[in-house]
């Protein structure tokens, strides 16, 4: 009822805001020829009512006409700030911003923002500015490097082309080579479990190309290699320090990232390659950002860039006019997730009063632990073929200033369905609560070991299938952006509670079951000055529609939340801070970070703490004791 009345509310206000916004708009319009100054009053009235790319265009055209370039160029940045800002990217107006550019003799800002309007529409009027800037640039070229005796003539007040200049200024190809690296030092706060790893030193190199072969196709390369070190508390020393701890793990690690070849001809675009599908509004909790897993190993708290996995996809798109384009991904093969269950500081399994990991480690070496992190995602007739195929469909469309999207994703379960033999499961919660008896352990081992022998299957999993349905929307007033995201899944999978307490209820835990959800977050998001300061506030919840009084495994029928997310270049170039919070109405748990940046030439060097708090059996506060500093240098060449 609450996101009924808001669209209601949304709706109503913004067909009174789109009459008075028309009317001022018309009038200026009216008044562009021959009174200009005239003309910018009725659109900066306008742009009171609803603040759109187009009316920034036009105060700037009008300032262009009175010879106040400054201005102009203020208004056709802003233009361009808030067309971004939807995200969709309208052709005409990076063709404007272009244009301008070119007139100010900007002309390699001016050849970017052309080659982005042909990306989005193969108009013949934008390949001649393309071509008539990079002969400007030519010319530039040959009068610093050459010396030319000729005198070169440049004619910045023309915008057209001759057939001959057409002929004699071919695309020419670009290269970027994007890399960094980065080195991370976490260290854990509070040490009393001293059951999980303390300290870890986490490097990672990062490689991109991106190759502009020709004016419709482009291919990217990127991979990332990760190498970490690992080390749980000294237990015989009361004073820790990461460089006296136990049980070192090494973990090597290689990701291809994004990857693929991307071609465009006129309305139609393809892409084949390794991708990441960033869809819907808000920026933590989108519902539509659902085909590329997550990975969870370092941190439940959302690092935007780091929580998801590449897959490989065949995608095509279909533009209607720079209105509404529809995108169709196949991607042929299942990708897991990457969690780590136990013995990590962000594991499934934490170490608790309730459950004790420490019996696990002291059966398993370090040196093979992480490899057996991934035994929970294998599979029983499953193979990594084209049955195991996901599709998704999401047309997105623009009306004026309203961004939205519908999406349909026909894939597979963010986690498999886990099914264990009855002795086994009794034998994995009695030592989760460590119980140590030989009376009860010797008979669940051998009950085991002979169902092993006779070839009986003591423990599977098959990841399910499942329909999603996603909507998301976003509409700009004034400096700010309002946004929806809502989705809905008739076939979740959910898992009962884990009861190590009592051996009559162990049977009735950690079973899988499948539930009808509805999802959604309201978000609110403010820029200032571009890039200066960002605020992205976020409501969110999720509702089991079917629950029928069910205990869940670290989850609850209804989940209700906020997110709040700042970044803010306190001195640009020099100094950056973040601050990010969640907080869950329900489970009344809740994390906080803190990160400040000193940027220094190619150098970022930062430190921060993360804070997480709660009771044992909720999402976040089961990290309670994973509180950590951490330092971090990333270094761009």
Known sequence: MFIIFLF??????????????????????????????????????????????????????????????????????????????????????????????????????????????????????????????????????????????????????????????????????????????????????????????????????????????????????????????????????????????????????????????????????????????????????????????????????????????????????????????????????RYNPKISYWGRDFALLQPSKEIDTSLINNFISQNIEDDLQSLGMTTDNQKKDFTDSSIALNLSFSIKSLNASFVYYYGFQELPEITMDRDLKKLLFYLLSGGTEEAVLAPLSSSLANKYIMGQNIASSKFTRYNHLAFSASLPVSSFILKLDASYSPKKLFYSDIDTTNEETTQNSFNPIYKKVANYTLGLEYQYAGDKLLIDLEYFGSYILDDNKEEYFYDRKNKMGIFSLIKWNIIKDNYSLILLANYNFFFKDYLATIRFTKHIGKLDVSAGYNHFGGDNDTPIGRYDKNDEFFLGIKYYF
């Open 8 to 333: 209601i509310s949304i709706f109503n206000t913004s067909t009174y805001s789109n009459i008075n916004y028309e009317a001022n708009f018309i009038q200026g319009n009216s008044q562009f020829i021959n009174n200009p100054q005239k003309a910018i009053e009725f659109y900066k009235k306008s742009l009171k009512v609803k603040a759109t790319p187009l009316t920034y265009a036009k105060i700037a055209d009008c300032y262009k006409r009175l010879g106040d370039l400054e201005s102009a160029k203020t208004y056709y940045d802003k233009a361009i700030e808030v067309e971004e800002f939807k995200g969709f990217g309208n052709a005409d107006m990076y063709y404007r911003y272009s244009l301008f550019l070119n007139e100010m003799k900007n002309y390699t800002k001016a050849l970017e923002y052309i080659n982005l309007a042909i990306s989005k529409q193969n108009n013949t009027s934008y390949v001649i500015l393309r071509d008539n800037i990079q002969k400007n640039i030519n010319n530039l070229e040959a009068e610093k490097t050459e010396n030319a005796d000729e005198e070169i003539i440049q004619d910045d007040d023309e915008d057209w082309t001759t057939e001959s200049d057409l002929e004699d200024n071919s695309f020419k190809t670009s290269t970027i080579l994007r890399a960094n690296i980065t080195t991370d030092f976490y260290q854990d706060r509070v040490l009393e479990n001293g059951l999980e790893d303390a300290s870890e030193l986490s490097n990672s190199m990062f490689l991109e190309l991106d190759h502009q072969y020709s004016e419709n196709m482009k291919i990217m390369l990127s991979s990332r290699l990760y190498w970490r070190l690992l080390v749980e508390r000294n237990e015989d020393n009361t004073a820790y320090y990461f460089f006296n701890g136990e049980k070192p793990k090494t973990i090597f690690d290689y990701e291809l990232e994004e990857s693929y070849i991307d071609y465009k001809y006129n309305s139609f675009s393809y892409r084949v390659g390794q991708q990441y599908f960033k869809w819907g509004e808000n920026i933590a909790f989108s519902r539509s950002d659902i085909i590329n897993p997550n990975d969870f190993r370092d941190s439940v708290i959302p690092e935007l860039d780091k929580r998801k996995v590449a897959v490989f996809s065949l995608t095509g798109g279909y533009s209607f006019a720079d209105i509404a384009k529809l995108t169709l991904a196949w991607i042929p093969f």
